[in-house]
């Protein structure tokens, strides 16, 4: 078979410009291949800093194409509702219909106070003397409520009501009021251990601070997962 006087024509004519066509076609379809997007992610301070910012130093440089945008909240964000792709919470605060991957190892509270503080009260033995402290306490932004001191001992639960003169909505600067002798503060074990190390801190109520479900990324299980969120999720992806 050979071409018409015609068809070598339109050959001379198109023919390159259908292989131009081609490649572009070919370049598309590569580029729907290639993860990219960006991430709504809603977390608190604490996850931000101890698993998410260490995971994914490593896994965006990898992926240039991805963007992820994590807003610090410390309300228990709708993620649906404010149109983010995920959250941060630990284990026992993932509503049900979720699903949730486990992204950190347990976790442990800290009941801490200054040497100063301590100079001028008294140690707390249980939980329920601190009602007889002043507490720095977490305002959450979700029901504009105080965040209750949750302890646990053996079987026992006890969930204690603090009060104090100064209230914050940070971890980190809850801390730091601590250090600065205004009160004490609970906070999670590992943001306080160096602090306790050097004496700046001392730890009250350890017996009280047993560990708990650690951070777990959670998202709707009714998500269509793209791409790029699912390499996020096996980044992030906790293995002992």
């Known amino acids: 078979m050979s071409l018409t006087t015609a068809g070598e024509r339109l050959q001379n004519a198109v023919g390159h410009r259908i292989e131009e066509i081609g490649a572009e076609l070919e370049a598309l379809s590569e580029l729907r291949e290639k993860p990219a997007g960006t991430i709504r992610i809603t977390a608190h301070e604490h996850p931000l800093n101890s698993v998410l910012l260490p995971c994914l130093s490593k896994f965006l440089p990898q992926y240039p194409d991805i963007n992820v945008e994590v807003t610090i909240d410390y309300g228990l964000t709708d993620i649906v509702a404010q149109r983010f792709d995920a959250g941060v919470r630990s284990g026992g605060q993932v509503a049900k219909d979720m699903i949730a991957?486990?992204?950190?190892?347990?976790?442990?509270?800290?009941?801490?106070?200054?040497?100063?503080?301590?100079?001028?009260?008294?140690?707390?033995?249980?939980?329920?003397?601190?009602?007889?402290?002043?507490?720095?306490?977490?305002?959450?932004?979700?029901?504009?409520?105080?965040?209750?001191?949750?302890?646990?001992?053996?079987?026992?639960?006890?969930?204690?009501?603090?009060?104090?003169?100064?209230?914050?909505?940070?971890?980190?600067?809850?801390?730091?009021?601590?250090?600065?002798?205004l009160g004490l503060a609970y906070v999670p074990e590992d943001l306080a251990q160096p602090y306790v190390n050097t004496g700046a801190l001392k730890r009250v109520l350890e017996d009280w601070?047993?560990?708990?479900?650690?951070?777990?990324?959670?998202?709707?299980?009714?998500?269509?997962s793209s791409p790029a969120f699912a390499l996020m999720v096996d980044a992030l992806r906790y293995r002992n």
């Open 209 to 224: 601070c047993e560990p708990y479900s650690g951070y777990h990324l959670y998202y709707p299980s009714r998500r269509q």
């Open 101 to 181: 991957v486990r992204i950190g190892p347990d976790l442990r509270m800290a009941v801490v106070g200054a040497p100063s503080y301590f100079d001028k009260h008294s140690v707390p033995k249980r939980p329920q003397d601190l009602t007889a402290h002043s507490c720095i306490n977490l305002r959450l932004p979700t029901h504009g409520g105080l965040y209750v001191w949750e302890f646990e001992k053996g079987r026992r639960e006890l969930r204690v009501r603090v009060e104090g003169q100064f209230i914050l909505n940070g971890t980190t600067p809850m801390l730091n009021a601590a250090i600065a002798g």
